[in-house]
């Protein structure tokens, strides 16, 4: 199981930085130009690479979390990463949320729980 609470907040904060970065990604792949040199579209581009870092900290973070914590229990943890993009391109990117992607949510959440729970 988990050692700790120290070792949940990990993979909170993991999970947390890892849908920051996936939003970096959505936020820059949006801005880069179809036309132009290759420099503009780098340039255009850096919420990529701001996310890649981003992304690499979450890495790291969950490294440091599997040390201590059983993998059957943290890795359903990351399904907390949808939720989080999830509500983020809804306010971020006003992306439509019908019923079945909502139905969906719900069951993430419930096994979330369920795993939370065991």
Same mark, same amino acid.
């Given at each position: 199981? !988990?050692?700790?609470m120290?070792?949940?907040?990990i #993979?909170?904060? %993991? !999970?947390l930085?890892?849908a &920051?970065?996936q939003v970096?990604f ?5 801005? #880069?130009?179809?036309?132009? %040199? /290759?420099?503009d579209k !780098?340039? @255009? ?9 981003i992304y690499a !900290?979450?890495t790291l ?6 040390r201590?914590?059983e993998l %059957? *229990?943290?890795?359903? /943890?990351i399904s907390?990463? *949808? &939720?989080?993009v =999830?509500i @983020?391109? *809804? =306010? /971020?990117f ?5 019923? /079945?992607?909502l139905?969906?949510?719900v069951?993430?959440?419930?096994? #979330? =729980?369920?795993?939370a729970?065991s």
């Amino acid at each position: 199981m !988990v050692s700790g609470m120290k070792d949940i907040y990990i #993979i909170l904060l %993991s !999970v947390l930085i890892g849908a &920051v970065g996936q939003v970096a990604f959505k936020y820059g792949a949006a801005r #880069i130009p179809d036309t132009g %040199s /290759l420099t503009d579209k !780098v340039i @255009a581009a850096w919420p990529i690479i701001a996310g890649l870092a981003i992304y690499a !900290v979450s890495t790291l973070l969950w490294i440091y979390a599997l040390r201590t914590v059983e993998l %059957s *229990y943290a890795y359903p /943890l990351i399904s907390l990463g *949808y &939720v989080l993009v =999830f509500i @983020a391109s *809804y =306010f /971020l990117f006003h992306e439509a949320i019908g019923p /079945l992607r909502l139905g969906g949510l719900v069951l993430i959440l419930s096994g #979330i =729980f369920l795993v939370a729970r065991s």
